[in-house]
């Protein structure tokens, strides 16, 4: 007979700001290892513990968070930080137009809508591997960044040390190649799902300086203490010079 599987293990999440106990019902502790109070995983926990440790005063800052998760650290910042807005691509909307539905604006990465410098940060939470020109991601990003703002980010580098490889990519007449099985994650506006578009390595960085300017660094945690500990839980900043 097969035991059912549980980890417990007591601690602190820097989402909640307090002693929790992380509970996991199944070995994938990236998707599963929970904060019962904010229901975040290890990689938004590591993502707010960098925050915290390169962007104290993040509070007073204009950020801008790409397709929000709804819980962890979205939520705190929805609700810390005054200059806080974010958005969501919506297939069927035109781009910088507003949803009410969900608090955001509609905004394709690839070709956002904001005016020069117009941020301090740039969030996104496993959003790079869902696009499909990357590059010009990158590129636009930069671009919205105040200089001395950074995009902070966590994104699935499941090639590690190879090199990165895309899955799937936009032909000329607007149509989709699959170079790879269809892969997809969840996506919290679209019980469908998103198509993963790259698998990410290492060398994410060199690809973000080389079609943007931008230095970055790749941070990895491990701290059980602070729920952080699982695979591909890495979280990459890219500094606008």
Aim: net charge negative; with cysteine; proline share 5%.
């Amino acid at each position: 007979m097969t035991v059912p599987f549980e980890f417990r293990h007591a601690g602190y999440c820097d989402i909640c700001e307090a002693g929790v106990e992380f509970v996991a019902k199944q070995r994938w502790f990236r998707d599963h290892l929970i904060c019962p109070r904010c229901h975040s995983v290890p990689r938004e926990r590591a993502l707010m513990q960098v925050l915290k440790r390169y962007y104290p005063a993040y509070q007073g800052l204009t950020i801008h968070e790409s397709s929000p998760c709804g819980r962890g650290v979205s939520t705190r910042l929805a609700r810390e930080c005054r200059k806080y807005s974010s958005s969501f691509y919506f297939p069927d909307k035109p781009l910088g137009s507003f949803d009410s539905k969900y608090g955001a604006s509609c905004q394709s990465l690839e070709e956002l809508t904001y005016d020069d410098a117009s941020f301090d940060l740039i969030i996104t939470q496993d959003v790079m591997e869902h696009v499909l020109d990357p590059e010009a991601a990158f590129r636009e990003i930069s671009r919205v960044l105040k200089p001395g703002g950074a995009h902070v980010f966590t994104v699935p580098l499941v090639r590690k040390t190879e090199a990165s490889r895309p899955r799937a990519q936009r032909k000329e007449d607007g149509s989709i190649e699959y170079l790879l099985e269809k892969q997809f994650h969840g996506n919290p506006i679209d019980s469908s799902g998103s198509l993963v578009t790259m698998d990410w390595g290492y060398d994410i960085v060199r690809t973000i300086m080389d079609v943007s300017g931008m230095p970055s660094q790749i941070i990895y945690t491990d701290d059980i203490d602070r729920g952080i500990r699982a695979e591909f839980i890495d979280v990459v900043i890219s500094f606008r010079r």
